[in-house]
């Protein structure tokens, strides 16, 4: 990873000038062949090939593990019997959180205009659909009898009866399958008319006629791109509701049920900030090496990793401050059961889980208030690292403390999860890298058609300074040169 | 500027399709797009790497009615998840009587919650909306801009290819009202960008598809017809074969049968354990046999247990349990005609043992321990009924039998002196 010294610092604020979004003098055809390199060259960087072994390695353990469950039963996990819900669900949520700040990137930057997200938002959302597919084995998995998960959907079984429309556990079904759905439509919306890039510029014919697949025959034309920008729009209205919703749904599982430590209004608020804060700081993890290892120093510049960190200080201090409200209310409340697992969060039998998750979620981003932790690489990856281990402490703490201590205590048990336990997390995360790096590999990584948009040449109106205009003429291009 | 460019290797063949203009920048396009506009032409178009600001002015392009259509179907969808909470969680088989069973509605309670309750259906209502809303938004923005569409008679031009990378184009299609080759042409080149490159059909365009892939795809697709089809062929055929058993859901179990040697269950050989020493089982506690039994030292009782005491309240209640549980058989006056027995009869059911009259000598002369004990652990060929009626309910019934059989032999002195009048 690259040192401060050769990243162009675009992170100033001076009162009537814009900092520029894209450096590195990029025009439209130098942004477009950057922004294409990573799928177009024939062999990509040595970093990639060693990422991908080690995720597709991850990635068959998922499968054996998961194989293993399925033909011994959910016997070989360290769930027991007052602590049911155990890694599957702290994974679960866990990634289902990660996809949020996509969307969040995607969807509600678009409608507050924020122009740095056309950098980053591409490969977040790919980042959520990726982190929402690791999602969606987990409930699968845990139910124990995985052949029978479609009894999960609106089908009527065997016995005429329909699923019981007033379960939460129902609702998440119905948010996180919606989620899934508007995610992937939403990406793969946005993505054709990069894809159509990739259509026109590629060499061969199979390339050409693939990409030509998915680019839908999009040509550009105004009349399209009028009716697109309206779909798009409208898919970020909806997606902005939706992404509230469904870590609030996901929060329901615990909060509508009557467990001490669950059985709270914060939670829906908190896990939606929670989600946006593990999210981002996901972002700033595959970022951090993506825009390395491909060359895209000038697209992701450094003014977009340091709102990126702006965004993990708020949404941190924000699940700081959630924490904090929780053991307020369970002494103000004044009940003995909320009081108690509060205690026994903090210095109970699984307080170091309790020490971790402060230590990362809380105590690490506050460094973001220093503009040299926000620009400076090495202290942004670690300071993620700690945030995206913390935020899955953070699950395991409420999963967990909650449940391993009933309201009866001869039933008390600690949990302690098996080596297939922490495989299939681990499968899980092979999966994720496997999926982002065929994606940085073989999918338009940029959104280059909005990136374009933010570029000073793209305005019709304003007048572009001669040093910015095109050095290049429209005469002198020739369509064979392009061929070879 | 001069005229159509004839190099092309496009021109050779096929219909002229449009006219192709290059330019280098929005601004440029925009100004050109303006002119065109202006000339009245109808059907063309620009095309860009990027949405153009202001382009829409510029070509006189309509606001789409797109939000209208997503409207419309988030309306539906958010109708849709309504109904389907409401029917399948809020209706039973019983409210539309005659539809097939996958289609009936469960109305099952649970926790003692109201089967319908619109707070707990806004979660899926909402997300039915936002889903049927996102569907139109992409489906219908695709539909209206004739997508997808592999091939268009735009990709036979070469320069063409830069429309996604960094050039703008105007492209005037010749089945315009006012296209005329010499005079668009013409117009075109005076409007600042390239020469106008003339666009024609060509067949083998090396965008188009591939000639073989259709019908494969079509084989492809009616081969992935085959397996659903076989299995709905299974699902009505007969067959004398066993059921192909793939997933087992515990259905075939480790289990002790009756003649094996041992069990394999416990290292002792058992299948279960022998109850601890010293220890009682839950409920099993009932040393007082006159309560719980109906027997003193052996003999049935012939009184009533301390626990209970006989008064018109604790009758009343042996009454109510009467009718819920033994009206059935014995009737409502204890005479052996209860509707089962009508029922019974009316079938000709055979075999069937008429309920005893609770009049009749024997029932008469049996001592109250003996009633109790018929009701717990039935008789002769009455089923029993000790697990479902609590001691004492039971010990109600008995004296409602004893006030029911009383009923059918007192005589006149036994009746309130001020009701006598009116049996005479």
């Known amino acids: 990873m690259a040192s401060v010294p050769n990243e162009i610092d ?12 894209i450096t590195g003098g990029h025009d439209f055809t130098s942004l477009t062949d950057v922004a294409c390199g990573p799928a177009e060259t024939y062999r990509p960087p040595r970093a990639w090939y060693i990422a991908f072994t080690i995720s597709v390695v991850l990635l068959a353990i998922l499968g054996a593990s998961i194989g293993y469950l399925i033909i011994n039963g959910v016997g070989v996990w360290g769930v027991n019997n007052p602590t049911g819900w155990g ?25 507050f205009r924020q122009k740095w997200r056309t950098s980053i938002n591409r490969f977040a959302e790919a980042m959520t659909i990726f982190a929402v597919m690791c999602a969606g084995i987990f409930p699968g998995i845990h139910v124990g009898r995985i052949w029978v998960t479609y009894w999960m959907g609106p089908l009527p079984n065997q016995m005429a009866m329909w699923p019981n429309f007033r379960s939460p556990l129902l609702w998440d079904v119905f948010a996180v399958g919606t989620y899934a759905t508007v995610s992937l439509l939403f990406w793969y919306v946005g993505m054709i008319p990069d894809l159509a890039t990739f259509r026109d510029r590629s060499k061969n014919k199979i390339r050409r006629f693939i990409y030509g697949l998915f680019a839908m025959g999009w040509t550009g034309s105004s009349r ?25 749904v996901v929060s329901f599982d615990f909060a509508v049920s009557q467990l001490p430590g669950w059985h709270t209004t914060i939670f829906p608020p908190y896990f939606v900030a929670g989600a946006i804060f593990g999210g981002f700081a996901m972002v700033v993890t595959l970022a951090l090496p993506a825009r390395e290892m491909f060359g895209l120093k000038n697209i992701i510049t450094l003014r977009h990793l340091e709102n990126c960190c702006k965004i993990i200080l708020l949404t941190g201090t924000i699940v700081g401050y959630a924490y904090l409200m929780e053991f307020f209310i369970s002494w103000y409340g004044g009940n003995q059961y909320e009081s108690f697992i509060f205690r026994a969060r903090a210095l109970g039998p699984y307080a170091w889980a309790y020490w971790t998750m402060i230590t990362c979620n809380v105590l690490a981003p506050q460094l973001f208030w220093f503009k040299w932790c926000r620009t400076n690489l090495w202290v942004m990856f670690i300071v993620v690292m700690m945030v995206n281990v913390g935020m899955w402490f953070e699950r395991f703490v409420i999963v967990v403390t909650s449940l391993s201590q009933d309201f009866l205590p001869s039933s008390w048990h600690y949990y302690v999860p098996t080596a297939i336990d922490w495989l299939t997390l681990a499968g899980s995360f092979g999966l994720f890298f496997t999926m982002f790096l065929l994606f940085c590999r073989f999918l338009p990584m940029v959104a280059m058609a909005e990136v374009k948009t933010v570029m000073p040449h793209a305005d019709a109106h304003a ?16 369509p064979e040169q392009e061929q070879k | 500027m001069s005229g159509v460019k004839t190099d092309s290797p496009n021109a050779t063949a096929g219909r002229l399709e449009g006219l192709l203009v290059e330019f280098d920048s929005p601004t440029a396009l925009v100004a050109a797009a303006e002119q065109i506009r202006d000339a009245g032409y109808r059907r063309w178009d620009t095309h860009t790497p990027f949405p153009v600001h202001g382009i829409d002015e510029a070509m006189g392009i309509r606001p789409t009615r797109l939000p209208f259509i997503v409207f419309l179907l988030g309306f539906i969808g958010c109708i849709g998840g309504l109904v389907l909470q409401w029917w399948t969680n809020a209706t039973g088989a019983s409210d539309f009587p005659g539809l097939p069973t996958f289609l009936q509605g469960y109305n099952y309670l649970i926790s003692g919650k109201p089967e319908f309750s619109l707070p707990a259906n806004i979660p899926v209502i909402f997300e039915t909306t936002v889903l049927l809303a996102a569907f139109a938004a992409v489906f219908g923005m695709l539909a209206m801009n004739n997508l997808p569409k592999h091939h268009t008679a735009l990709f036979a031009s070469e320069r063409f290819r830069r429309v996604t990378t960094d050039r703008f184009f105007v492209y005037v299609d010749a089945a315009d009202a006012k296209f005329d080759e010499g005079q668009t042409t013409s117009f075109l080149g005076g409007l600042g960008g390239s020469q106008p490159e003339a666009i024609h059909d060509i067949a083998s365009s090396p965008s188009a ?22 299995i709905a062929r299974a699902r009505v055929a007969k067959s004398n074969e066993p059921r192909i058993h793939i997933i087992q859901d515990m259905d075939n179990q480790e289990r002790f049968k009756a ?24 409920g099993d506690l009932r040393f007082d046999t006159h309560y719980y039994e109906g027997k003193i030292g052996g003999e049935y009782a012939t009184t009533y247990p301390e626990q209970v005491t006989i008064n018109e309240q604790f009758i009343r209640r042996g009454q109510e349990r009467f009718n819920v549980y033994c009206a059935p058989c014995h009737g409502l006056g204890g005479a052996g005609n209860g509707t089962v027995n009508a029922t019974a009869l009316r079938l000709e059911t055979a075999g069937w043992i008429a309920p005893t009259s609770l009049h009749d000598q024997l029932a008469r002369s049996r001592p109250l321990g003996h009633i109790y004990n018929s009701i717990s652990n039935g008789i002769r060929s009455m089923p029993p009924y000790g697990d479902q009626i609590s001691p004492t309910d039971r010990w109600a019934i008995v004296s409602y039998i004893r006030a029911l059989q009383f009923s059918q032999q007192a005589d006149l002195d036994d009746v309130p002196p001020e009701v006598r009048p009116e049996l005479r």
């Open chain 1, 10 to 21: 675009n992170t100033w604020n001076r009162p009537g000038e814009r900092a520029p979004l």
């Open chain 1, 87 to 111: 890694f599957a669900i702290i994974n679960f949520v866990f990634w289902v959180g990660i996809g949020h700040a996509g969307t969040l990137i995607s969807a509600i930057l678009f409608l």
């Open chain 1, 224 to 248: 399209h791109w009028h009716r697109f920008e309206r779909a798009y729009l409208i898919l970020a209205a909806l997606a902005t509701p939706l992404v509230l919703s469904v870590h609030s």
């Open chain 1, 463 to 478: 007048h572009v300074p001669a040093s910015r205009s095109f050095d290049y003429n429209p005469d002198d291009f020739e």
């Open chain 2, 209 to 230: 598809l591939p000639g073989g892939l259709k019908v494969s795809t079509l084989i492809l697709i009616s081969l992935l017809f085959i397996p659903p089809l076989v």
């Open chain 2, 259 to 282: 003649q094996q040697a041992a069990s394999a269950f416990f290292a002792d050989g058992r299948a279960s354990r022998p109850q601890p020493e010293g220890t009682v089982a839950r």
